[in-house]
């Protein structure tokens, strides 16, 4: 398996220098991610596809960076399958037909064969794609070298979910992980484990941070822990979002 990468043109505060979306060639080409639509990530697509046909695109969750280019991927490359784990509210933002994946599902992707892994936390419909064979998960936004996940409140994320997702794919032992932001993993155990633990002391911080608040008064937990606080893609007005999701 060579899976290719394909940069989504869609740089920002929360999605860093932009996505990466992950093209599979072969006998069932399989884009994982969609991307936002840039023609940019569409032309370099078609030039990668190298005059083969888009057969689908495995999208890990309903968030605007990685669904909202189903659309114009439609009407660029014609008659494509669109597969995710469904998420009603958000999947009707963006409108293709949507084929539904479950968890342990194995899909046909390029000239191998991929099973879907429900990983909610940062979405309820989070899912990675694990290749056995290489031990190679396409992790979307699971992980991100370098930086934390940001947990969504306003758009269901759950961190007890997200920790959860994070031991089952630590019991899957992957010898890399193809994330949707920032570099290939080539140790994603051990930032797992960082990951874990980083949370536990996020979570405790918060909790002695309580301790010292009287009541009836604005806690002002930020000005607590603020100055420990890693920002996300190193942007420091999101301090208080980490925060939040601890």
Known sequence: MNPIAIHAFN?????????WTWLLPGRVPTLIDAG?????HLAHLEERLDGATLAQVLVTHAHGDHASGAPAIEARFGAVAFRKLPWAERDAKWPVSWIPIRDGDVVDAGDTSLRAVHTPGHAPDHLCFWHEETRTLFCGDLAIEGATVWIPARLHGDMAAYLASLERVLALDPARMLPAHGPVIDAPSSLIRKYLAHRRERENQVIDALREVQPGVDPGIVPVVEQQVTPVFGDERLHRVVLISP
């Open 11 to 19: 740089p920002g505060p929360i999605t860093g220098d932009g996505n």
């Open 36 to 40: 936002t639509g840039d023609d940019r």
